[in-house]
């Protein structure tokens, strides 16, 4: 996300991955020309929130430039954002960031939890709907699509939607469930995804 979002404004400011190397350097961020290339190529897989500051402040743009675009943002395993959503939070006045800090005992993750809930991003997680795709060899937004034409959310909250229905469960027991639930949910969603039935998309 922040690789491709890096290429675009590094080549709209006319400089090379050398250019902005030199650049970044004059603002505290040792960066070498092969690490620039490995950020825009994704082979990068996460970058700090304090870096993302230096970054953003060496090429003169606000940080949420640096999560332009939709899908979603990952911040921890457990954790993730709509970009919209991330954006809406880094784009919080300083002062929202302050309080959040109070709250928070200064940690970057629970800036961004409490400063997202005051400003109501919704915070949503993808792992079911990216584990789903990769299964059937779709795209991941096919199948974040399809679930929000059929159930109004993503497939990953309607599983949570269905086993909190459920009641007070064991960790065990939950996630014999989870498993169940997202074997049924998969065959509901797989009429509505590209191609519809197929083969390799059986479910255990």
Same mark, same amino acid.
């Given at each position: 996300?922040?690789?491709?979002?890096?290429?675009?404004?590094?080549?709209?400011?006319?400089?090379?991955?050398?250019?902005?190397?030199?650049?970044?350097?004059?603002?505290?961020?040792?960066?070498? =020309? /092969?690490?620039?290339?490995? %950020? *825009? #190529?994704?082979?990068?897989? $996460?970058?700090?929130?304090?870096?993302?500051?230096?970054?953003?402040?060496?090429?003169?743009?606000?940080?949420?430039?640096?999560?332009?675009?939709?899908?979603?943002?990952?911040?921890?395993?457990?954790?993730?954002?709509?970009?919209?959503?991330?954006?809406?939070?880094?784009?919080?006045?300083?002062?929202?960031?302050?309080?959040?800090?109070?709250?928070?005992? =200064? /940690?970057?993750?629970?800036? %961004? *939890? #409490?400063?997202?809930?005051? $400003?109501?991003?919704?915070?949503?997680?993808?792992?079911?709907?990216?584990?789903?795709?990769?299964?059937?060899?779709?795209?991941?937004?096919?199948?974040?699509?399809?679930?929000?034409?059929?159930?109004?959310?993503?497939?990953?909250?309607?599983?949570?939607?269905?086993?909190?229905?459920?009641?007070?469960?064991?960790?065990?027991?939950?996630?014999?469930?989870?498993?169940?639930?997202?074997?049924?949910?998969?065959?509901?969603?797989?009429?509505?995804?590209?191609?519809?039935?197929?083969?390799?998309?059986?479910?255990?």
């Amino acid at each position: 996300m922040v690789g491709e979002n890096l290429r675009r404004l590094r080549m709209d400011l006319g400089l090379t991955q050398d250019e902005l190397s030199l650049l970044l350097k004059q603002h505290g961020l040792g960066w070498q =020309r /092969s690490h620039i290339a490995a %950020i *825009e #190529a994704g082979n990068r897989e $996460s970058i700090e929130l304090d870096t993302a500051v230096a970054l953003a402040r060496a090429l003169d743009v606000p940080v949420a430039e640096l999560v332009a675009g939709d899908g979603p943002v990952q911040l921890t395993l457990d954790t993730e954002f709509t970009r919209a959503g991330f954006r809406e939070v880094l784009s919080q006045p300083a002062t929202a960031w302050t309080e959040a800090a109070a709250i928070s005992g =200064r /940690s970057a993750l629970r800036f %961004i *939890e #409490a400063v997202g809930e005051r $400003s109501a991003a919704k915070q949503v997680s993808f792992q079911a709907d990216a584990e789903l795709a990769a299964r059937l060899g779709v795209k991941p937004e096919d199948v974040y699509h399809a679930a929000e034409r059929l159930w109004g959310h993503n497939l990953h909250q309607e599983r949570d939607r269905r086993i909190a229905e459920m009641g007070e469960m064991s960790a065990a027991q939950r996630r014999a469930r989870r498993g169940h639930i997202t074997r049924q949910l998969a065959k509901e969603l797989l009429p509505h995804l590209p191609g519809g039935k197929s083969a390799n998309a059986e479910q255990d």
